[in-house]
């Protein structure tokens, strides 16, 4: 099973960003994806998540800038971020179930 998320990258505050993370694993429909990230100094924290009827959750932190979303037929989900700040840099990663991906580098500078 593998998870490859990619999308990071440098980026000034106020601009937005789309990560991307692609899934090897059958009946990815089916399955609950999930986003989080590790600031530096922190420990890595749940974002958000979305279920396999669309329905989705995110932490107090991620509402109203972050929005999570998936392509069944293109085995991916993505995080689109709004309105970047500095404290928005990280490691974000993808997970479903047990796996997780490698996770990409955000750096927003301000």
């Given at each position: 099973v593998?998870?490859?998320?990619?999308g990071?990258?440098?980026?000034?505050?106020?601009?937005?960003?789309?990560?991307?993370?692609k899934?090897?694993?059958?009946?990815?429909s089916?399955?609950?994806?999930?986003?989080?990230?590790?600031?530096?100094?922190?420990?890595r924290e749940w974002?958000?998540?979305?279920?396999n009827?669309?329905t989705t959750n995110?932490?107090?932190?991620?509402?109203?800038?972050?929005?999570?979303?998936?392509?069944?037929?293109?085995?991916?989900?993505?995080?689109?971020?709004?309105?970047?700040?500095?404290?928005?840099?990280?490691?974000?990663?993808?997970?479903?179930?047990?796996?997780?991906g490698?996770?990409?580098?955000?750096?927003?500078?301000?």
């Amino acid at each position: 099973v593998q998870l490859q998320a990619s999308g990071g990258g440098l980026v000034q505050a106020g601009e937005s960003l789309t990560l991307s993370c692609k899934v090897s694993l059958s009946l990815f429909s089916t399955r609950t994806l999930g986003w989080y990230r590790q600031r530096q100094g922190l420990e890595r924290e749940w974002l958000a998540e979305i279920h396999n009827d669309q329905t989705t959750n995110y932490a107090f932190s991620a509402k109203g800038r972050f929005t999570i979303s998936r392509d069944n037929d293109k085995n991916e989900f993505y995080l689109r971020v709004n309105s970047l700040r500095p404290d928005d840099s990280g490691v974000y990663y993808c997970k479903t179930s047990t796996y997780w991906g490698h996770g990409t580098l955000v750096t927003v500078s301000s």
